[in-house]
Nanobody, 118 residues
Framework: QVQLVESGGGLVQPGGSLRLSCAASGNIFSLNGMGWYRQAPGKQRELVASITTGDIVNYADSVKGRFTISRDNTKNTVVYLQMNSLKPEDTAIYYC???????????WGQGTQVTVSS
């Protein structure tokens, strides 16, 4: 089993910044990559950003230039999502995930709330 622990969510004003963290533990062999999805009320869950163990990154168009995903320099099982220039439409529950080379292949964190409001 794998456990993902997220932190860093909260309430921020428009234009502000937050940094989310996600740490994976447990059976972390065969890690392929990690990333973040988000789900706003009444909307489908959408991919925000991802990073592979080879540092290939991918971003949703809506966050390009504002969000940056990165891995910890010493622990490749910790990822960060730096969110700048936040907008009210970024309000959602953010879920960390990790992909592995064994079933069930993807594990999820419990989610952390990000609210952008004045």
């Amino acid at each position: 089993q794998v456990q993902l622990v997220e932190s860093g969510g909260g309430l921020v004003q428009p234009g502000g910044s937050l940094r989310l963290s996600c740490a994976a533990s447990g059976n972390i062999f065969s890690l392929n990559g990690m990333g973040w999805y988000r789900q706003a009320p009444g909307k489908q869950r959408e991919l925000v950003a991802s990073i592979t163990t080879g540092d290939i990154v991918n971003y949703a168009d809506s966050v390009k230039g504002r969000f940056t995903i990165s891995r910890d320099n010493t622990k490749n099982t910790v990822v960060y999502l730096q969110m700048n220039s936040l907008k009210p439409e970024d309000t959602a529950i953010y879920y960390c995930y990790a992909d592995f080379g064994y079933y069930p292949y993807r594990f999820w964190g419990q989610g952390t709330q990000v609210t952008v409001s004045s």
